[in-house]
């Protein structure tokens, strides 16, 4: 086999609307570019081997390419089953870059995706790890910490994704060990560190670290203030409307809509159904969120307070079983359900799938469930997240901010590779402050500049950081 032909991906024949939408999305992503035209000359990522599991859309292509730009050796796989954009894909693919993603992948693909994402051929038939792993939600690092726990002999831990999926993976680090003896030895060996996207893969790596288990430095991106207080929030604010509307084509207005959770990506989902009019109900197990929801003006109250009038249900915890069959079952008949968590375990499906309930499938990440008492209810993406299996995810704009951070962190990982130890870390408020800077001037943005004397009142210097490291945006 050419290395040209190291991918798998739906159909090479997209490729070329894929680059046109790429073109597209490069204009909107000036963070992204500036950092290409910065160093691309110096390639500080010069022949490093990274892997990226992250969801194969356009806007990940640019991010994509601004590593190959930057020296990287790259392969990709996407971070969920529904979520590549098969166009976007094409592109990659034909660009070269070896992707493994589709849409509408099994779980059993999904994960042999994650691993040819992550075994870079060695020119002798056998294979080698990535030196950096860009992780969304943590799959990439779980692999590798399971496969290295289980070829040290250790036992297989339980963990909280669920258990037809747990079975999945155990199969395919069987055949691993089978196939390639002392594999993930040789991987560890060789890195030098991941840095997560989102808050559900952040959380995973500080119980890995708390543990004791954590193997490599990890950059945690989420809680870059240019990361989780815009795509989580602005994002969302755009994306959930957009699955929902290419799922359903419902009208919003004047529905009652339940919004499950009240953090970054709940409060950008709640803004967002309220703009369109709909009425707009709260549920937070925080009382900090809880207050914060009832300020804006929603009512917050619990799931079963609303089963027979809530029409829409949108679930935004980063926890489990938080519509359970039992609320399913209440709710109103033609209800939708969907989530925009990263997990689809926000939901309980595998009940709802078991519990008798006729499935009727309307479209691919559309299904109506219908009970025995002839109420029905609309569950989207099978519970995945929404905005990704039902639309296009975020806009580029906002992503540019998130992969800026992204690739900053890889750049910052490699460069401290010997330094760093294996704890979760966060970018510097300065490097938070030039992402920001880089999506001013693409709209509009003109900044006021302190003087010297405001300067050394404030305690700062006048070209930042300009906050404290509490303070909280
Ligand atoms: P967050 O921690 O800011 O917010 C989650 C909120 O849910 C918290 O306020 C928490 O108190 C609340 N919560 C927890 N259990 C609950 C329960 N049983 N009932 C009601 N509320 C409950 O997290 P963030 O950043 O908002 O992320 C939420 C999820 O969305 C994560 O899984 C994250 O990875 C994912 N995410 C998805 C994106 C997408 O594009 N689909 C984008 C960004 C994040």
Request: a negative charge.
């Amino acid at each position: 086999e050419t290395v040209s032909h190291d991918y798998k991906i739906a159909d090479i024949g997209l490729a070329d609307f894929g680059r046109k939408e790429l073109d597209i999305a490069e204009q909107e992503m000036p963070g992204l570019m500036s950092i290409r035209k910065k160093y691309a000359a110096s390639a500080p990522l010069k022949g490093v081997r990274v892997t990226g599991s992250l969801h194969m859309t356009i806007q990940t292509g640019v991010l994509i390419e601004t590593l190959k730009d930057i020296g990287a050796d790259v392969r990709w796989a996407s971070c969920n089953i529904f979520s590549t954009q098969d166009h976007a894909a094409a592109a990659i693919a034909a660009s070269g870059t070896p992707v493994f993603a589709w849409k509408g992948e099994t779980l059993e693909e999904y994960w042999d995706c994650t691993l040819d994402a992550l075994s870079f051929p060695d020119g002798k038939g056998g294979y080698l790890g990535p030196q950096l792993v860009v992780d969304d939600g943590g799959d990439v690092t779980l692999l590798i910490h399971k496969g290295y726990e289980l070829e040290n002999g250790d036992k297989w831990v339980e963990t909280a994704s669920e258990s037809h999926e747990e079975q999945v993976i155990k199969n395919l680090l069987k055949r691993v060990h089978a196939e390639r003896p002392g594999f993930w030895h040789t991987v560890v060996k060789d890195w030098k560190g991941v840095s997560e996207e989102t808050t559900t893969g952040v959380h995973r790596l500080y119980q890995l670290a708390e543990a004791g288990k954590l193997l490599i430095p990890a950059i945690n991106v989420n809680d870059s203030v240019t990361k989780s207080k815009f795509d989580n929030l602005y994002g969302c604010r755009e994306s959930l409307a957009d699955g929902l509307k290419r799922a359903m084509d419902v009208m919003l207005a004047g529905k009652l809509a339940v919004v499950c959770g009240y953090g970054d990506v709940g409060k950008g989902c709640a803004h967002s159904l309220r703009a369109y009019g709909a009425r707009v109900v709260v549920t937070e197990i925080d009382p900090i969120n809880a207050l914060q929801a009832a300020m804006e003006g929603f009512e917050v109250n619990t799931v079963e307070s609303t089963l027979g009038r809530g029409d829409i249900y949108v679930t935004t915890t980063g926890n489990k079983d938080v519509i359970t069959l039992e609320h399913m079952q209440g709710m109103k008949d033609q209800a939708i359900v969907c989530n925009i968590g990263h997990f689809d375990n926000e939901i309980q499906v595998e009940r709802l799938q078991k519990s008798g309930a006729t499935k009727l499938n309307i479209k691919p990440q559309v299904d109506k469930y219908t009970f025995k008492d002839g109420r029905a209810i609309f569950l989207l993406a099978e519970g995945r997240l929404v905005n990704l299996g039902c639309a296009t995810g975020h806009p580029s704009f906002v992503m540019s901010n998130s992969f800026s951070n992204q690739t900053l962190a890889q750049i910052d990982l490699w460069a401290h590779k010997d330094i760093y130890e294996p704890k979760v870390y966060i970018l510097p408020k300065k490097l938070d402050e030039e992402v920001a800077r880089l999506h001013l001037e693409k709209i509009g943005v003109k900044l006021t500049t302190l003087t010297a004397a405001q300067a050394k009142y404030l305690g700062v210097a006048v070209e930042g950081p300009y906050k404290p490291e509490h303070y909280r945006y």
